[in-house]
């Protein structure tokens, strides 16, 4: 079974230019996160999609960062126009059945974002 | 307010016991996760708790008291291969579900 993919696994990118990270859920998983780790920091929660819909976009930081999930399985997230703080590790992670306690996330290895 | 508490850094030889402590304090709570994760890699899954006590899974055991807001990853038989990095996680109670990410405590295994 094919596990979370992030494309692309680097990216280095100007100040003020765009970049649109990708995630490939496993198949099947309904809910699907983004969290971003910047350097030296912990892992912070950025929004939970529930299929196509947004569940809970607290975690993003502004409006320059847009996340979609048409057709509710595979993700983008669009950094427009990036900005230095934005540098970090983009993790994608899915799961199966938002009910279940034991909700185990299977996480992507993730999107080296450095803004110049 | 959130907050997780683990140490930065642990060292240990190859087949000895370690045990990696986590405190938290987070608003609302519904279980803890523990993740291992290789530099440059995705983290992987290691345990859950959700009620109080030790949950065993072959090498690796993890231990919770809710009133304490206290865990552990308990490691035994130690092996190069687990030098890694090991994130505590607490979840959110409710409909977010997030987890709430410590900075990891970085494993050296020693020969």
């Known amino acids: 079974e094919a596990g979370v993919t992030q494309f692309p696994s680097h990216s280095v990118i100007e100040k003020g230019q765009t970049v649109t990270l990708r995630c490939d859920p496993i198949s099947g998983h309904d809910n699907l996160y983004w969290y971003r780790r910047v350097m030296g920091k912990e892992i912070k929660f950025l929004l939970h999609?529930?299929?196509?819909?947004?569940?809970?976009e607290s975690g993003m930081p502004n409006n320059r960062f847009l996340a979609e999930r048409t057709g509710g399985t595979y993700s983008t997230l669009k950094v427009q126009p990036a900005e230095l703080e934005d540098s970090g590790v983009y993790f994608c992670a899915s799961s199966q059945i938002q009910g279940a306690s034991h909700e185990k996330l299977f996480f992507g290895s993730g999107t080296q974002l450095s803004v110049l | 307010g959130q907050n997780i508490d683990q140490p930065t850094e642990m060292t240990a030889t190859e087949g000895a016991i370690v045990q990696i402590n986590c405190t938290y304090q987070?608003?609302?709570?519904?279980?803890l996760f523990w993740y291992q994760q290789h530099a440059g890699e995705a983290p992987t899954f290691l345990s859950y708790n959700v009620l109080d006590g030790l949950e065993e899974k072959g090498r690796f055991s993890s231990f919770l008291s809710r009133s304490k807001g206290y865990s552990y990853l308990l490691l035994k038989e130690l092996q190069m291969k687990d030098s890694a990095s090991y994130l505590c996680a607490p979840r959110h109670a409710g409909n977010n579900r997030k987890l709430i990410w410590g900075l990891g405590t970085s494993l050296a295994v020693n020969p």
């Open positions: 999609f529930v299929k196509e819909s947004k569940q809970d």
């Open positions: 987070t608003s609302g709570f519904n279980g």
